[in-house]
C-alpha cells in the first residue's frame, strides 16, 4: 500500500522554526515530485515548496523564500520542509504530496496522486 506520513508540526512562537517530515511507504520518494502544501482554515490548500525528479527544488509560494527550504534523504526515504523564521501567517496544516507520472514540479495539488494525513503547524506567542 502507498501511503505518505507526514510529522513534525507543532505550536512554535513567531521567529521560530520546525523541520516537518514526509516519510513514504510502499514505493520511494527519490525518483518522484514530491511537494508541501499547506490549508489554513477558511482557505483553498496552497503550493509552499516541492522538489522535482532530478532534484531541483521550485517554490510554489513567495512567502516562504528565504525562510523555507526542502531537501530529500533517500537512505530514509524521507522528505523534509525546513522552516525557519516563522510568521503567524504560516499556520496551516502542512501536507506532502507526490507524483509519480510528473518529471517537473506543478503548483496544481490535483496533480499530485498521493497525500499524507496532514501535520498542523501554529506559529503563535
Known amino acids: 500500500q502507498l501511503q505518505l506520513v507526514e510529522s513534525g508540526g507543532g505550536l512554535v512562537q513567531p521567529g521560530g522554526s520546525l523541520r516537518l517530515s514526509c516519510a513514504a511507504s510502499?514505493?520511494?520518494?527519490?525518483?518522484?515530485?514530491i511537494a508541501w502544501f499547506r490549508q489554513a482554515p477558511g482557505k483553498e490548500r496552497e503550493g509552499v515548496l516541492c522538489?522535482?525528479?532530478?532534484?531541483?527544488?521550485?517554490f510554489l509560494a513567495d512567502s516562504v523564500k528565504g525562510r523555507f527550504t526542502i531537501s530529500r534523504d533517500n537512505a530514509k526515504n524521507t522528505v523534509y520542509l525546513q522552516m525557519d523564521s516563522l510568521k503567524p501567517e504560516d499556520t496551516a496544516v502542512y501536507y506532502c504530496?507526490?507524483?509519480?507520472?510528473?518529471?517537473?514540479?506543478?503548483?496544481?495539488?490535483?496533480?499530485?496522486?498521493?497525500w499524507g494525513q496532514g501535520t498542523q503547524v501554529t506559529v503563535s506567542s
Open positions: 522538489i522535482n525528479v532530478s532534484g531541483g527544488r521550485t
Open positions: 504530496g507526490a507524483s509519480l507520472g510528473r518529471f517537473y514540479c506543478s503548483v496544481n495539488n490535483w496533480e499530485y496522486d498521493y
Open positions: 510502499g514505493f520511494t520518494l527519490d525518483s518522484k515530485v
